[in-house]
């Protein structure tokens, strides 16, 4: 590697749609970890697998493994298997771990010294691969880096994403909403896996069809839509006016109490009812401390939080859940701490909420796209789990089994669009005619 321009290439023709650029300590080495941050935010960056808890003769840990590979000087790289990222969540603390073990190719020279201006660059590719490469402070790239950016933070990110016209992602995104929204009137759509253009008249059309616009498939994948930024679209009367309606965060099914072990059709028998139609089903609105707002479920259950400590706002024990109890004190279905975060941090570090007004007729749903975005940066799970506490952020569950035998599982967690930015550390509005931060 030549220079930091040879570099960031290298990293673009490898697929990389993010560098992430992070100056090394003494402390970050192969014996002592390399430090991410403090704040479970990192993993809204960093793709990973489950996250797995492990208890320790001295402190209880979340790990989670990692695509990692090594870059060398030629740039070619090799994958180094054994890498996981370790969560210490009652400091909290991130820490990456086992990157030399098992790579045919590394940099151990340099990750196993505690010498000063060593800079670590990680560059994440579109299949949430990581690629990474390391440099001394003496290095061509180092220096040149230096002279070039001249950042002096302990972790930044270098936009590798640009438009044809040198935008950087963000702006490129607000411009093709602009080009959405001057396009008026747009019929229900979505893209078909083969990126073709298809009518779509379901509820949930107004994301699926500014997807469509935006180029992206319809896909299930619990991931952000683009350049690393998670789109929801909602409906409004007014595009300045922010209503009073619920927004979808994530839906995820619980991974325990009776609902997984025992399965759905006993859940719903014991907590659900039986609508006019012969379908049992289970529904109403869940608040952390409430019993359960539902006139037709059986038991109003209670939705309890455990092992977050609503006055530190910490997290107290990894075993933690989210869960919702009976009467009697059982468990009728929980949310492991490991599960939500695994899921959380995989969509929500960096949010778009994009208004739109919406009407149907005779041939099916439209939508008109707003003048403005609202963008949520840096949400971090300590913020969820607070949101919880707070009866912010809600559980509507909706699963049921249908008379004619299928079934239909959904747990889904939603706030209102109004609460929104206590899920973030940042919240503006941008006004998409001009730059103006409203």
Request: aromatic residues 10%; contains cysteine.
């Amino acid at each position: 590697m030549h220079s930091f321009d040879t570099l960031v290439e290298t990293f673009r023709q490898h697929g990389c749609e993010r560098l992430f650029i992070k100056r090394l300590s003494k402390n970050d080495n192969s014996k002592q970890q390399v430090y991410l941050g403090p704040s479970f935010d990192v993993l809204n960056t960093f793709p990973h697998g489950e996250i797995i808890r492990k208890e320790g003769p001295v402190r209880e840990t979340w790990w989670t493994e990692i695509s990692f590979n090594w870059m060398n000087e030629s740039g070619t790289y090799s994958e180094a298997p054994h890498t996981k990222v370790i969560l210490y969540p009652k400091y909290p603390e991130i820490r990456l771990s086992g990157f030399l073990r098992g790579c045919s190719d590394g940099p151990n020279s340099i990750m196993t010294s505690r010498a000063a201006g060593r800079i670590l660059f990680l560059g994440i590719r579109h299949d949430r691969d990581v690629i990474a490469y390391v440099c001394d402070a003496n290095h061509p790239v180092s220096i040149s880096m230096e002279s070039k950016l001249g950042f002096e933070g302990v972790f930044d990110e270098f936009p590798l994403l640009q438009s044809n016209a040198g935008m950087e992602p963000l702006e490129q995104l607000i411009s093709d909403i602009r080009d959405i929204h001057n396009s008026g009137w747009i019929d229900g759509q979505r893209l078909d896996r083969l990126g073709n253009i298809v009518p779509c008249n379901a509820q949930n059309a107004i994301g699926m069809t500014l997807e469509s616009q935006l180029g992206i498939k319809t896909n299930g994948l619990p991931g952000p839509d683009k350049f690393g930024w998670e789109i929801k679209a909602h409906t409004v009367s007014k595009w300045d006016k922010i209503p009073s309606k619920p927004v979808s965060l994530i839906t995820t099914e619980p991974d325990g109490g009776i609902y997984v072990n025992d399965g759905l059709p006993t859940f719903i028998e014991h907590y659900g009812y039986e609508d006019g139609n012969g379908n049992k089903r289970f529904g109403g609105i869940h608040r952390v401390g409430e019993l359960g707002r539902s006139k037709k479920n059986r038991e109003n259950l209670t939705l309890t939080l455990t092992g977050y400590d609503e006055t530190t706002q910490k997290i107290t024990d990894t075993s933690g859940t989210l869960s919702l109890e009976d009467g009697a004190g059982d468990i009728a279905a929980s949310w492991s701490f490991t599960h939500l975060l695994e899921r959380w941090t995989k969509k929500h570090n960096k949010t778009m909420f994009v208004p739109a007004l919406a009407k149907k007729d005779a041939d099916g749903r439209k939508y008109y796209y707003g003048d403005r975005v609202r963008l949520g940066y840096n949400s971090d799970f300590r913020r969820l789990l607070n949101a919880l506490n707070e009866g912010n952020v809600y559980l509507d569950p909706m699963p049921v089994i249908y008379a004619s035998g299928g079934s239909r599982k959904r747990s889904m967690f939603r706030i209102n669009l109004k609460q929104v930015p206590v899920l973030y550390e940042r919240f503006e509005e941008r006004l998409l005619t001009s730059s103006t931060l409203l």
